[in-house]
């Protein structure tokens, strides 16, 4: 039997991998996957265009979009507002497709709640290490050391909130630390008949672990960012 397509959510903190992992579904399996656009406030960053990357909104147009109800999800994150069109969503269901979202943490758990199981596959993703996701947020060159700094004790937040969630609003961890196994290992979610939280208590403390980690390389952060005044 095929399944009805899904809403896929690849729940991260920033520089988690969610976005790269989204479009690397779809890519490879256009005829399977379809990507949906999220808003933003934000402005672009370079290289991005409006309707692939994000569609831009100023924030009254967000709000006024919000209020009337054309946001399946919507958070604020890091002094901006993010969000998902419900026509988004339902214009690649409509097609056959899985929807593929990449939101925030608190985007997760509006989703689920819209899209319960098996309507949904949500999953947390995390990079292999704390030092890779601080890495990947230098390189982006886009945030000073304070911001880089907020959106670490973001980061720490989002984890610690998904740890508690796993078997509620979390299907799965997955740990980004090969592309082309994170890919796989979405697919294997996807078009698994029965979709249901895998060993709970050891990716609690995967979790854990991870937020212990990342505290301590934020507290190096800071202490290096002070000496450097």
Known sequence: MTLPPRVVVLA?????????????????????????????????????????????????????RRDAGEFLEWAPYAGELYGTLRSEVERVLASGRHVVLDVEVQGARQVRKAYPRPASVV???????????????????????????????IAIREVETARRDIGDVYDSVLVNDDLDTAVREVIELVQGRDVSPHQ??????????????????????????????
């Not at 208590?201 to 934020?218: M, Y």
């Open 12 to 64: 991260a903190p920033s520089g988690g991998g969610k976005t790269t992992i989204a479009r690397e579904l779809v890519t490879r399996h256009p005829g399977l996957f379809g990507y949906s656009v999220s808003a933003t406030t934000r402005k672009a960053r370079p290289g991005e265009r409006d309707g692939a990357a994000y569609h831009f909104l100023t924030q009254d147009e967000f709000l006024r």
């Open 123 to 153: 999953t947390f993703v995390i990079p292999p290490s704390p030092r890779v996701l601080i890495e990947r947020l230098r390189k982006r060159r886009t945030e000073t050391e304070a911001e880089l700094s907020r959106r670490i004790d």
């Open 200 to 229: 709970p208590h050891d990716t609690a403390n995967l979790l854990s672990a991870f937020v212990r980690q990342l505290r301590t390389e934020a507290a190096q952060l800071s202490q290096s960012t002070g000496r450097s005044r």
